[in-house]
């Protein structure tokens, strides 16, 4: 028996690598049980407490844990694990308590109490957030960011908070902490609702990629691998979203038409581990399905290796529970960007972003560090997608009988105040009609009715379609009688719900991947008189459709009529295209074309990006304002050509005069 505490700790270690967590978790027991006035007995217990719950054994983890915090409550560690231990066993409360017992024992400020302060705040965000808590979520966050500024994932949340809960303006600063300062952390995707910048979008992703993911220490070499096609190649697709998710209704259809003959296909899962209708679908419809949510990004990146994948595609993009630090172990040979995210990845491991002309135009793949890749229509839709047999009614989904049904089931995230703005100029045109929104928090749908009042549009003139399994919310969309997009960001899936079920769609075409994409959707449908222009256009276009006697009968008719031939819905040419991209990236890389991202000056754009949208939340700045800001930088600092808006010639050093005689 170890006679020290720094003994007990070694032992343990050697234990729990040679016979595993449980025989180190029953040494510590043991100790505890003969060291009983031992000083460091607390520590005892909460290194105990880790290797059970490494062990498996949860309930053990908590209790050691609750015995060290009743012998010394001062000792920090332990409010922590317990929390998330009391989490995962679905104690949400619980775990919430044990973290704001942490947050009001530490009133000193120090080095390890300001650190476990900021982790027990960022602890209680979390979990708050996900218990759409969100006003609280949001002050702890906000209590985080005062203690660290420079903390990504705090800022990160916090904007995204902001963004769900609709409090315009979203970014804004507060004592010693600049909006400039804010932006500086924010995400991709909050990002890309903000700003049609597609610019800053790409130097922001970038900059992500960075600060997130840290340089892998092994990396896979497929220097080897070139070579003739083989007889089939193999596809790996990874995501947290094969299920229930828009991702997964989307996906299902093209993961069963693979050409069996040509493609083995794989599905790496990492997301939450629960069995769905559509799960199944997937596992079913692939060769191989593999859950590498346990594994750790190593051991999911030699897994995939093991298993000789050939391309892999990253089905996640900068979202919940991505795997983009597999990718970075290079684990396979190509990688592909799709679906998952409306933008660049910009980082140095993905190859190919597959996309369409609408959403990457020819000339925009300076918003690119991957290859631009297109199909016909780069999102794919499921046709035998479940709908529950008969809509609801009326009264059912909180609408009134009679009036105009405008929607937006798009997330509230989405909504901005220009946007919004505009739903009110259309609901004041449109006497009798309603804005049927996606359900969010109660303190979100209160501030979205105070802020229509405030334009003098009656409260319950704005709906709230609470959530539905999906066969019965796309049936439900039977009841309104048009789609409003938001802008910049999008509809994606929800647009081509709405389509397939014959409600037409009016949106607004921007500049970015994510304000291109539900324009893209809608022509695609076969409707491209419903893409505006500008948001006057839009403003417009919807009043005109809702007063004129049967014109949104009409856009409903030629949806229907188009539904079996529209480019939006051929799934299975989808797929035969898809296939024939990955035979070009192959044949690339078997000839030593595998292209090579292109991150030149991104942090420079950046940083000018920062400067340029402090002002524009909901605007966007165009490419001659970055070359202007450009210009004035390369006087002090010469920039490397980027093959963006710095063209070799524009970065030429001038010849030197000569010297005077």
């Known amino acids: 028996m170890s006679s020290t505490i720094a003994a007990l700790f070694r032992d343990a270690d050697i234990l729990e690598a040679t016979e595993g967590a449980a025989a180190a978790a029953e040494l510590y027991k043991r100790w505890v049980a003969l060291n009983p006035d031992d000083p460091h007995i607390a520590p005892a217990l909460f290194n105990m407490a880790v290797v059970a719950q490494r062990g498996g054994d949860p309930h053990a983890a908590i209790n050691a844990l609750r015995a060290a915090l009743k012998i010394d409550p001062d000792f920090h560690p332990p409010y922590i694990n317990l929390g998330r231990a009391l989490e995962d066993l679905g104690q949400t409360g619980d775990a919430v308590t044990q973290w704001l017992a942490l947050v009001n024992r530490l009133p000193a400020v120090n080095g390890p109490t300001l650190r476990h302060k900021l982790i027990a705040l960022h602890q209680l965000g979390r979990v708050l957030e996900a218990n759409h808590a969100d006003a609280p979520a949001e002050d702890a966050l906000r209590q985080a ?242 709908i529950a047999a008969e809509p609801p009614q009326r009264s059912a989904e909180g609408l009134p009988e009679t009036g105009f049904v405008f929607c937006c089931l798009n997330g509230t995230q989405k909504i901005t105040p220009q946007v919004f703005g505009a739903w009110m100029k259309i609901l004041a045109a449109v006497e009798g009609s309603v804005l049927w929104l996606l359900d969010s928090a109660a303190d979100a749908n209160a501030r979205l009715r105070a802020m229509a009042a405030a334009t003098g549009i009656a409260p319950e003139r704005l709906c709230f379609a609470p959530k539905r399994p999906n066969p019965q919310h796309l049936a439900r969309y039977a009841l309104a009688d048009l789609f409003l997009d938001t802008f910049p960001y999008g509809a994606h899936t929800t647009a081509s719900d709405s389509m397939w079920m014959g409600t037409p769609v009016l949106t607004l075409e921007g500049r970015g991947f994510a304000a291109r994409v539900c324009a893209g959707l809608v022509k695609s449908a076969g409707m491209p008189d419903l893409v505006c222009t500008s948001l006057e256009d839009y403003i417009s276009r919807a009043i005109a459709i809702a007063e004129a006697p049967g014109a949104a009968a009409e856009l409903r008719r030629r949806l229907r009529a188009n539904r079996e031939h529209a480019v939006l819905f051929d799934t299975p040419q989808l797929v035969k295209s898809l296939e024939a991209l990955y035979d070009r990236m192959w044949e690339e890389f078997r000839m030593g074309d595998l292209p090579v991202p292109n991150l030149t000056n991104l942090p420079v754009y950046e940083e000018i990006g920062l400067g340029l949208i402090e002002t524009r939340q909901g605007g966007s700045v165009p490419p001659e304002l970055y070359a202007a800001e450009l210009a004035r930088w390369m006087l002090h600092e010469p920039l490397a050509a980027d093959g963006r808006l710095l063209k070799p010639a524009a970065v030429e050093t001038p010849p030197q005069k000569r010297a005077a005689a």
């Not at 925009?364 to 780069?378: D, G, Q």
Request: charged share 25%; with cysteine.
């Open 145 to 386: 960011i005062d203690l660290s500024p420079e903390n990504p994932q705090a800022v990160q949340h916090w904007i995204a908070l902001r963004q769900r809960q609709c409090k315009w303006p979203v970014v804004q600063g507060w004592d010693g902490i600049e909006a400039k300062r804010l932006l500086a952390n924010i995400s991709p995707l909050s990002t890309a609702v903000l700003f049609d910048d597609p610019l800053f979008q790409l130097a922001r992703n970038a900059s992500y990629a960075r600060q997130s993911i840290p340089r892998p220490q092994h990396v896979h070499d497929h220097t080897g691998r070139r070579g003739e096609r083989p007889a089939r190649l193999k596809i790996g697709y990874v995501s947290s979203d094969l299920r229930e998710h828009a991702v997964g209704f989307g996906l299902t259809e093209a993961m069963e038409l693979h050409d069996r003959s040509r493609f083995d296909i794989h599905a790496y899962y990492c997301g939450i581990p629960r069995e769905d209708g559509t799960r199944a679908r997937i596992r079913n419809a692939v060769k191989h399905w593999t859950d590498i949510t346990g594994l750790s990004d190593d051991a999911a990146a030699a897994r995939i290796a093991a298993d000789g994948i050939d391309i892999l595609v990253d089905v996640n993009g900068y979202t919940r529970d991505a795997r983009t630090a597999v990718f970075a172990r290079r684990p396979a040979p190509i990688a592909a960007n799709w679906f998952g995210f409306p933008g660049s990845m910009a980082t140095p491991y993905h190859h190919y972003v597959i996309a369409d002309a609408n959403v990457a135009p020819e000339g925009s793949e300076i918003y690119f560090t991957e290859r631009v890749l297109r199909l016909a229509c780069y999102q794919p839709n499921d046709r035998k997608r479940p």
